[in-house]
């Protein structure tokens, strides 16, 4: 079935904690990577080469074969200005697109509220994972948040089911109310008990599902599991989010950057053949990010809080390349030691939401922001 025939959907994984740029796409031509990395740098013989000019880190094989097929775009130097190198305010921004203030919606809480005005469906939007991500709210928009294993979410003990549930909503309580005032609660009162409904629909999805592909035993492969899941049960799921982490590398970034992307590239491949096995890939639009890069120069064992970052998309729609420009690694041209943002975030929401979900991006963004081409 041809794309236009089926709704488009996305699935954003959240690279929390903030991903080091420099080690993950590899400027391996250029004698200031090696230069600022004594401590951290890859070796060359190590390095996946996937052009003349960039490698990845080589835990992400299953990523470069999804550049080689074409597949996946890498946006560079994604960012925004004056960051604030805080994990919390730079989620926020992102989360909300609100650079210049605390926002009060979520920028895919609100495609949710175009989508389903009425919520018709309280599992339009749904969220893997411990915590509700502040992307996905905005009032009168359910988001189904499950916590744990899907197989067990509708049979646990109700008291318990519902518990869980409520821990979560809890959790977003006390993370966003000290910054976004009684605009929380009134969230939580009106829509996150709405919330909780989803679990009667969500049950079936395990029951519905068979697949010949094996999933790595690592919390976001169950987490892409579950969303292939619902996905596959056609429930009227048009936006699915989750996260892994932490990549805060402050310290043992080797072996430790490695690991969390064999894990998130493992996972992304056993989703990505599921959804092949199943054809149910040709409307789904897999976005990574982060909240931010880390220093160019080491610190001796890993790297801290940074600016700029890579974003990337993968999908059977994705038009694979690179899109935008990597920031200068020279001392001149970096901004407090960091890498200089060269792409807005916002860019790439615009590109999804106009091109992609079909909406305008500029009530969600903020404004008119340039679009990078990477779907076709």
Not at 326 to 340: F, I, M, R
Request: with cysteine; glycine share 10%; charged share 20%.
């Amino acid at each position: 079935m041809a794309a236009t025939q089926k709704n488009p959907v996305l699935v954003t994984l959240q690279l929390s904690g903030g991903n080091d740029y420099l080690n993950t796409v590899i400027p391996f031509n250029d004698p200031l990577y090696r230069d600022n990395r004594p401590a951290v740098r890859i070796p060359e013989d190590k390095i996946l080469h996937f052009d003349k000019t960039y490698g990845f880190h080589p835990s992400m094989a299953p990523l470069k074969k999804v550049w080689d097929e074409g597949k996946l775009a890498i946006v560079h130097g994604v960012g925004y200005a004056n960051s604030p190198r805080s994990h919390f305010r730079s989620m926020d921004i992102w989360h909300t697109c609100e650079p210049e203030k605390v926002g009060t919606q979520g920028w895919l809480g609100q495609v949710a509220r175009e989508y389903d005005p009425k919520k018709e469906n309280v599992v339009t939007v749904v969220s893997f994972g411990p915590s509700l991500f502040r992307a996905l709210v905005a009032p009168g928009v359910p988001v189904a948040c499950v916590a744990g294993p899907l197989e067990k979410y509708g049979f646990l003990p109700n008291i318990q089911e519902r518990a869980q549930r409520l821990q979560v909503l809890d959790r977003f309580a006390k993370m966003y109310a000290p910054i976004a005032g009684s605009g929380v609660m009134e969230y939580l009162g009106t829509t996150g008990l709405d919330s909780l409904k989803g679990a009667d629909i969500l049950k079936v999805a395990p029951q519905k599902y068979a697949s010949t592909v094996k999933y790595p035993d690592t919390p976001i492969a169950r987490k892409l599991r579950g969303i292939a899941q619902v996905h596959f049960a056609d429930l009227g799921s048009r936006i699915f989010y989750c996260d892994h982490g932490s990549f805060d590398t402050h310290a043992g970034q080797n072996p430790g950057h490695g690991n969390l992307w064999s894990d998130v590239c493992g996972g992304l491949e056993a989703f990505m053949a599921d959804l092949r096995e199943h054809d149910h890939g040709d409307n789904v639009l897999i976005l990574l990010f982060s909240e931010f890069g880390r220093r160019v120069h080491d610190n001796g064992s890993g790297t801290d809080h940074g600016a700029a970052g890579p974003v990337f998309m993968l999908g059977e729609n994705v038009k694979g390349g690179h899109y935008g420009e990597y920031p200068s690694l020279k001392a001149e041209k970096l901004v407090q030691g960091d890498l200089n943002p060269s792409t807005d975030f916002r860019s790439i929401y615009s590109t999804i939401l106009e091109k992609w979900l079909k909406l305008d991006p500029k009530p969600i963004t903020g404004g008119r922001f340039e679009q990078p081409a990477f779907l076709n």
